[in-house]
């Protein structure tokens, strides 16, 4: 063994010495040369150092508009032959959706993923039905398309704005998820771009530690360049309903109960509403209440309410059996029934519904301001803990966004890959969706924001509430080891076995150049 161990050494040592002395130049002009179907810009690169978060601004060397997936494989194995000493790195961009710089890559090279033209979609309609796409792809065009043949994917995010690399990457979660887990959950197959700019294909029986890795992987091991995504028939209309609840605990209980039963609603989310007045009045823009007289005579004015947003799938022609069905399914909840509003709409409009909020945002001017967003999942067994401190003491005035919060379970998540979950058999997805006014120093601001997410995550550190941050930001490694907790060994190993250099996601801030090789040579030795 101390011998294996030595060879090992060794052999390390000198692979190091050998791509140190015979690797390309790390001028950045060698990028110029590199044989590709798309093209690098050195110049307009400042909108690479952007995201929807506008709180990190990290400025690339280049960037890299890929028509093909060799131009992806090229461009990283370049980097990867340059070896140790050079400080380049590769960070994957699809619709720059990242909250804290994930997708840019400081002086190194970022990949606009949109531009690959490699992979045209392709829906198959047989028996089990899939899409193939880019990894570039958004899934509001995949739907379109989908949607031609009758069908759509399982599993949405609740914003469709976003290429299915970057959602992969994460989990995509939304409120079909306690049904078919998130969108991690509903891939066939993928293919990848390693950090040694090696093309692979992967599946549960093909190179099946990839796959897993890959899918909530945070773009360590590989840049997602194709996959294929499960798909069911697809709905005409959905039933679309909203109800309020004054007590968390029966909201809470509420929610718990549909998402076990066998027949329930297809998408179940909860929303917080803290201090908004005429909010009832609000929704009658979009929904119809039916009670009109009791609608109008319900005050919101200064309580934190629990909203229940539920949608039911139909065709057209069981119109009749889908009411009875509804109506049946609403009396089993102990909502304030003067709150109850419904509406119908088209499957399409329903899951790109906040792209709606978005263009109202963007004509405002308030879309591209800080997003300081806070995504956590909580265990069952402390949602009323997280709720009573949170919302009684934290929370108490305003909120500066939608406040997400809703259960799901989690023997629909596949515990292979690099998704970290807490230990309960459910848990709820809690978001603070904030946006922040640039130049405000009140409670609109970022600074106070900021302090109000520090407050949340001290308040889950003390109270031991088991709580695993979705989306997650860390500065150090050895914070994020306490994230992985014991699945913190099998993501370092994966490391090291698809990017031994650490040349991809930079912007995710858990491995760097300057350690990686140190970390391998443990790894081997322990």
């Not at 050998?18 to 590199?34: A, D, E, V, W, Y």
Request: glycine fraction near 6%; include cysteine.
């Amino acid at each position: 063994m101390l011998f294996v161990r030595s060879f090992m050494i060794l052999f390390l040592s000198c692979c190091m010495a050998i791509r140190i002395n015979h690797c390309f130049s790390s001028n950045p002009s060698s990028l110029r040369t590199l044989p590709v179907d798309g093209h690098f810009s050195f110049d307009e690169v400042h909108h690479a150092a952007k995201d929807f978060g506008n709180r990190f601004q990290l400025l690339p060397l280049a960037l890299l508009y890929p028509k093909s997936v060799s131009d992806i494989a090229t461009t990283i194995r370049h980097v990867w032959q340059m070896g140790p000493n050079s400080e380049l790195t590769v960070a994957a961009r699809g619709h720059s959706h990242s909250l804290q710089g994930q997708a840019q890559a400081h002086q190194g090279i970022v990949i606009n993923m949109e531009s690959l033209q490699a992979h045209k979609m392709h829906v198959y309609s047989g028996n089990y039905p899939y899409v193939d796409a880019s990894g570039g792809e958004l899934w509001i065009d995949i739907l379109r398309e989908c949607l031609k043949y009758g069908l759509a994917p399982k599993s949405w995010t609740d914003y469709l704005h976003l290429t299915v690399g970057g959602t992969l990457s994460n989990a995509g979660v939304s409120g079909q998820a306690f049904r078919h887990g998130p969108q991690i959950s509903n891939v066939y197959q993928m293919e990848i771009v390693t950090g040694k700019g090696e093309v692979l294909n992967c599946s549960e029986k093909q190179n099946s530690d990839l796959f897993h890795g890959v899918l909530g992987g945070l773009g360590q091991f590989g840049i997602i360049t194709r996959a294929r995504i499960s798909l069911e028939p697809a709905p005409d209309m959905v039933k679309w309903i909203r109800v309020l609840y004054l007590d968390f605990t029966t909201f809470a209980t509420d929610q718990e109960r549909l998402i076990r039963a066998e027949n329930t609603f297809d998408y179940i989310e909860g929303f917080v509403i803290i201090n908004r007045t005429s909010l009832l009045n609000n929704w009658r823009s979009s929904f119809d209440p039916q009670d009109p007289v009791q609608a109008s005579q319900f005050q919101s004015d200064g309580r934190t309410l629990f909203c229940l947003e539920l949608a039911k799938y139909f065709n057209r022609d069981r119109m009749d059996a889908l009411n009875e069905e509804v109506g049946n399914l609403l009396s089993q909840l102990r909502y304030m029934t003067s709150t109850l509003f419904l509406t119908e709409v088209s499957y399409l409009e329903f899951l790109d519904r906040v792209h709606v909020s978005e263009v109202k945002l963007r004509s405002k001017g308030l879309w591209e301001v800080p997003h300081p967003w806070l995504n956590l999942l909580i265990p069952k067994s402390k949602i009323n803990d997280f709720a009573d401190e949170v919302f009684g003491n934290i929370l108490t005035d305003t909120s500066n966004g939608p406040i997400l919060i809703y259960p799901v379970n989690k023997s629909k998540w596949d515990n292979r890959t690099s998704a970290v979950l807490p230990e309960e058999d459910i848990f709820y997805l809690v978001a603070f969706l904030n946006s922040a006014m640039p130049s405000s120093m009140g409670t609109d601001g970022l600074e106070h924001i900021l302090t109000q997410n520090k407050r949340i995550l001290e308040f889950c550190e003390t109270a031991r509430l088991g709580m695993k941050q979705y989306l997650p930001h860390y500065n150090t490694q050895e914070e994020w080891k306490a994230h992985f907790g014991p699945r913190w060994e099998v993501f370092a190993q994966r490391k090291s076995a698809y990017d031994p250099l650490a040349i991809l996601a930079p912007g995710q801030r858990i491995f760097s150049k300057g350690n990686i090789f140190l970390m391998t040579l443990a790894i081997y030795l322990s």
